[in-house]
């Protein structure tokens, strides 16, 4: 939706090229400028709403506060996993009006951000209050946000291993059969449950059953393949600078591939069981076409992996891949003559 795009352009990011610490904005600007497809895709959770804009703004303001601190923690300063809980302490809030973490950053070495993850923290509370089903999905809504947050504490310790490691008991006290604990963990990483149950309340007032069924096909089946396609492309990236990454422990090549089209198969049939299976289902095959068109997905060891999940799909998913690979080359086209022209974006990163 074109309006995700005109919240960050006209609203956060603005705000965030005011924060004070250098670092802090250096982190705000990227998170907003490289990851912005992340607010456009959760902005597919608005469409077709009679009235998407307390939604939309919702979605814009949550999604942004996740990839700010999950960019905080990748790139910033500490190594504290007590800091990184603290700061995900603004994301419960977001979402809970019965929680208060105080002070964000009183673990962080940054601190000084102009009030820009509280303005971000009270947007999300305002809007998804707006949401007339709000109450009747907040507290599921703030156990996915729980999850996530956990996950984003264990996954950026230092060393790796020492985030594997914590991963692993976490999922020892929240085991599920049939999956490996990098799986389920993939599940936790996405905010597409969250979303998903906060279009249950922009709709109405759901009953127990929906918000149950809702969270039952988003955890583990459309949310895991979400996560573990974002970290299938990244593969070799991840590996380079020495990253978590949710795919690595598959045992080969084939197994990943062998699970990947499982989480695919699982997410339709759980989709097709919901409530307005259309929307699901649009849902769950747009993620292939999405993140397949990306350039990594072509990379060789990927490339037998890539065409058999577009092979699954159906003729949409392919239509969604067409349209995501012609919008990437025109971007990169753009970005090369930009960079010839002495416009690169990058420029306004590093003078952050």
Known sequence: MPGAGRRLDEGWLPRARRIPDPL???HAIEAITTKRFHCEGGAAFAALLERPGPLLSAIVALQTISD???TVC???DSEDGSDYRRLHGAM???VDRTQCHGDYYALHPQQEDGGYLRAL???T?????RLPGYPRVAATVAERVQRYADLQEFKHLRPRTAGIAAMERWYEHHRRPGLYWWEYAAACGSTLGMFALMRLAALGNPDEATIAATLDAYVPWI???HILLDYFIDQEEDATVGEVNLVAPYRSDVERCSRLLHFYREARAAASRLPDPAFHLWIVDGLPGLYLADRKAQLPGLRTTARALLAAAPPFTRLVWGIMRLRNLVRERRAVRAEGLGLDRSNELRSA
């Open 92 to 94: 419960l809030d977001a």
């Open 121 to 123: 923290v009270e947007i």
């Open 74 to 76: 990748d790139r910033g």
């Open 223 to 225: 949310c895991g393949l």
């Open 24 to 26: 802090l904005r250096h």
């Open 125 to 129: 509370r305002r809007t998804s209050n």
């Open 68 to 70: 700010y601190l999950d």
